[in-house]
């Protein structure tokens, strides 16, 4: 089995599993139970581009050339990156692939120069609570309040390296290719 990291675009063929994984997972958890009337649904939010160096990037995890996994992030202010799309392929839990791409991102988040990250999961997703909470993140929720309120749940995690000055666009460029 050989698994790469390719740093592409949601726009990529092979991000569709990806993405209708993504889908699939957010309807049939959530419906429109976090979405406001009009608005448009959490996977059609954001436009590609912001998922784009030198501000975010979007990563693959792949498995024998086929997507088993991925994520994304995109600037939330000049110093921090916000995770989005972190996924892993349903048939190929509880193997450690969404604890390789977090830290895959997290890296990537560093190469960028950003220090801190945000994201935010759902109440209905105590894999990614866990998968964070793991990881050394911090929940900005009030953790008491009951399971099932409505609600999306934010995290942020401080990154331990000082912030990387003077990032030369080729560099990113090739951060981006790996």
Not at 39 to 60: Q, S, T
Not at 76 to 104: N, P
């Amino acid at each position: 089995m050989s698994e790469q990291f390719l740093y592409t675009t949601p726009l990529d063929p092979r991000a569709r599993p990806l993405i209708e994984g993504l889908t699939f997972e957010y309807d049939s958890r959530y419906g429109d139970v976090l979405r406001e009337p009009g608005a448009p649904r959490e996977i059609d939010r954001y436009p590609a581009e912001v998922f784009a160096p030198p501000h975010g990037n979007f990563v693959l995890l792949l498995r024998n050339g086929v997507a088993i996994g991925g994520g994304a992030f995109m600037r939330h202010d000049e110093r921090t990156a916000e995770l989005k799309r972190v996924w892993t392929h349903a048939d190929l839990r509880r193997q450690g692939l969404a604890s390789k791409v977090l830290l895959e991102l997290e890296a990537q988040v560093l190469r960028q120069g950003y220090e801190r990250i945000y994201l935010t999961t759902g109440f209905r997703q105590p894999e990614a609570v866990g998968l964070y909470r793991g990881h050394g993140y911090t929940a900005l929720f009030d953790e008491v309040a009951d399971p099932e309120t409505p609600r999306k749940l934010p995290f942020e995690k401080h990154l331990a390296t000082a912030r990387h000055h003077g990032h030369a666009p080729a560099a990113l460029a090739g951060a981006a290719q790996r």
